[in-house]
């Protein structure tokens, strides 16, 4: 233990000192800042006030007073305040609190707690809670949680859960909207928070076409944080049906090592309607991995099934991916699955072996793969798609530099057997294939500009008889006219003769295909126009010249069009604006404008008001939609946005996420 003041008083006897004027105490990570100090060196128990500052690692919390113990970690501060950092914010939550306590750096619980992301001194939004519990990097816990907004409480919640590293929907109002599948409909989610190892959501829900919907959302973690997942229950009164519908979610995850660890998931769902029997379908999968320095073995498997029928398949996957030797590794790979239904049962195993060799210069590699029926009758399922290698050996070697050149040389190759599968034609294919690829690239100076080419060949001769040539380049000359202003062309060609008796290695057909474009750059203007030429067809494609302008700070212009030799036409024209006028003030507009139905849409114009450096209020017209919206968000979490629209169905809602939801 440091510690720096302006006086020290200490009594030998009971071992307590007494610091006062600018006191800093440093202890490991934890540092006390204070106008006046007390420490008991025997207990490691601090009481500090005026001014008061603790920091532990990266956390810092100020108050009025407070007591810590640098053994335990545990600290209680009087008129605390502190902010937290979260992936999900746009800066920091202000926390204050009349009292906190807890160890800083795990949790800590807070009484008379008030948050906000707006000015802590002078806050349009925030929360106020009679208990607030701080999970660091997790989540924040508040019971009997009061919004407020302008100096007015809105509403009160018996309890609310804020994520601050995932994205888990966490809503302070009913979402009330329309769906052509739900009609009208109220849903509602309201948080509940038992201890640090078992919360969850409510779920109450009034669907006009579909009926009501009660559930439970609650998620879980072991003792020691090896385990932890996630269970829905939810019913359903299907008034479509007169009947109940039941669904069921489990998530889980458990490090049962630490190298090994085990995922489970199953999704079950149960339909009992008035006058028809009752169906269900379940779909459950398992992730095993185990992993060490030198390998890594996984088994994934999946059983989905459906009362219907009934009918069920099974699927697992083994992996296991093993180096060999510091040039030399390997995966086995094996394959199981099982289909059943009334037309019987079909069992599959598919093993594939790859082995890899590297080395400077030179890598091989080895791939054996096969199927085999189980079985042993004829199924439905077995007449599909099947590709065996039996086996195939590809090697490639590293570019190297041809000569004193700037042309860079890469070869490959391969040789194996194929065995292919087909259903249009049915049939069976089996051949042996080599193949050889040389591919040559490299930079040419030519009139002042850089012309980059690559050029390749791919020959492949097959134990039918049948024999193939792939070969193709392109070119791309760049050139700068001005330094403001660049030109670019290119070429891209590629052919084929003869063919090949496989459907997997088919390649693609003859084409010649041009391009080019003139480019012109300043800091606050940047413009292109580019031309493309079809050579086979002898027809050029689309003119399309594009603009996009800073004219001043926090302006963007940008403007596009598209032109057709081929129609005689002005096809398309986009332009879009971003204009901050002001720290409160922000327009955004797009329009097009369409050469085929020849109209002028405004797609979107969007007027935004910054109120307090903290709430957002915009007014939105959409004009493909033909709705309009006014939406309202905080500054900090800019993707929780609550909506109320007019458009063709009348009135529109989205529910505003605060802390979680999609961007």
């Known amino acids: 233990m440091r510690i720096r003041a302006d006086t020290f008083r200490y009594d030998r006897r009971t071992r307590v000192l007494v610091a006062t004027g600018n006191v800093v105490l440093t202890f490991e990570e934890v540092t006390i800042h204070a106008d006046a100090l007390v420490a ?8 500090a006030e005026g001014h008061a500052r603790l920091r532990v690692g990266p956390q810092e919390v100020s108050a009025e007073l407070l007591t810590y113990n640098l053994r335990s970690r545990v600290g209680v501060l009087q008129q ?4 937290v950092r979260s992936p999900l914010v746009l800066g920091p939550v202000h926390l204050r609190a009349q009292r906190l306590e807890g160890v800083l750096e795990r949790t800590v619980s807070i009484r008379e707690g008030f948050v906000t992301t707006c000015d802590p001194d002078d806050p349009l939004v925030y929360l106020t809670a009679d208990e607030i519990a701080v999970f660091l990097n997790d989540k924040v816990v508040g019971r009997r949680v009061s919004l407020w907004i302008g100096g007015r409480r809105i509403l009160t919640l018996p309890s ?9 929907e966490s809503r302070l109002f009913p979402v009330v909207g329309y769906s052509p599948t739900e009609g009208w409909f109220v849903k509602t989610r309201y948080s509940y928070f038992l201890n640090d190892q078992h919360w969850g959501f409510l779920l109450a829900d009034y669907m006009e076409r579909l ?29 479509q049906f007169e009947g109940t519908d039941w669904r069921a979610i489990l998530t889980h995850r458990q490090e049962l090592s630490p190298a090994l660890h085990l995922g489970l998931f199953a999704d079950y769902s149960l339909r009992a309607p008035a006058a028809a029997p009752t169906t269900s379908d379940l779909y459950a999968a398992t992730d095993l991995s185990y992993r060490t320095a030198r390998s890594s073995t996984f088994l994934f498997s ?15 996957h083994l992996v296991h991916s093993q180096t060999l030797s510091p040039g030399l590794s390997g995966d086995a790979i094996v394959r199981f699955s099982r289909t059943a239904g009334p037309s019987g049962i079909d069992d599959e195993l598919t093993p594939r072996l790859v082995l890899r060799h590297f080395r400077p210069g ?12 189980l079985d042993g009758e004829a199924f439905p ?12 050996l590809t090697f490639a070697l590293s570019p190297f530099r041809l000569g004193g050149s700037p042309f860079v040389l890469q070869v490959e190759g391969g040789l194996g057997r194929f065995r292919e599968h087909t259903v249009t034609p049915l049939g069976v294919t089996d051949a042996s294939r080599a193949d050889a690829l ?5 930079p040419v100076t030519l009139a002042g500009g850089t012309l980059q080419l690559s050029a390749f060949g791919r020959g492949s001769w097959y134990t039918t008889g049948e024999g193939r040539l792939f070969t193709g380049g392109r070119a791309d000359y760049v050139r700068p006219l001005t330094p403001l202003l660049e030109f670019r062309t290119a070429y891209t060609t590629q052919a084929v003769t003869g063919g090949s008796p496989f459907l997997f290695d088919q390649i693609a057909g003859t084409f010649g295909f041009a391009e080019a474009s003139l480019t012109y750059r300043t800091p606050g203007l940047f413009a292109r126009a580019s031309l493309t030429y079809d050579a086979l067809a002898q027809r050029f494609g689309s003119l399309v010249a594009q603009a996009v302008a800073i004219p001043r700070p926090g302006w963007t212009v940008a403007l596009a069009a598209s032109y057709s030799p081929a129609f005689g036409r002005l096809d398309r024209v986009e332009a879009s604006l971003d204009l901050r006028l002001s720290p409160e003030w922000h327009v955004r507009y797009l329009g097009f404008y369409d050469g085929f139905t020849k109209q002028v849409l405004h797609d979107r114009l969007s007027v935004t008001r910054v109120f307090c450096d903290c709430l957002a209020v915009g007014l939105t017209y959409l004009g493909a939609r033909q709705e309009i919206w006014l939406e309202a968000w905080l500054t900090a979490i800019p993707w929780g946005r609550g909506r109320i629209g007019l458009g063709q169905t009348g009135l529109l809602f989205e529910q505003p996420f605060p802390f979680t939801g999609a961007p």
């Open 40 to 47: 008991n060196l025997e207990t490691g128990e601090v009481t």
């Open 80 to 83: 605390a305040r502190t902010e």
């Open 160 to 168: 609310f859960i804020i994520f601050l590293r995932e994205r888990r």
């Open 211 to 239: 009926g009501a919907g009660l559930g439970v959302d609650h998620f879980y973690r072991l003792a020691g944080e090896r385990g932890q997942g996630n269970a829905l229950l939810y019913r359903l009164a299907n008034r």
């Open 302 to 316: 999946t059983l989905s099934g459906t009362s219907f029928g009934p009918t069920y398949s099974f699927t697992s």
């Open 362 to 373: 030179f890598s091989t590699t080895l791939v054996a793969e096969t199927s085999w029926d």
């Open 381 to 392: 399922g077995d007449q599909r798609y099947m590709l065996e290698r039996l086996p195939e």
């Open 438 to 442: 040389l591919t040559v690239s490299g």
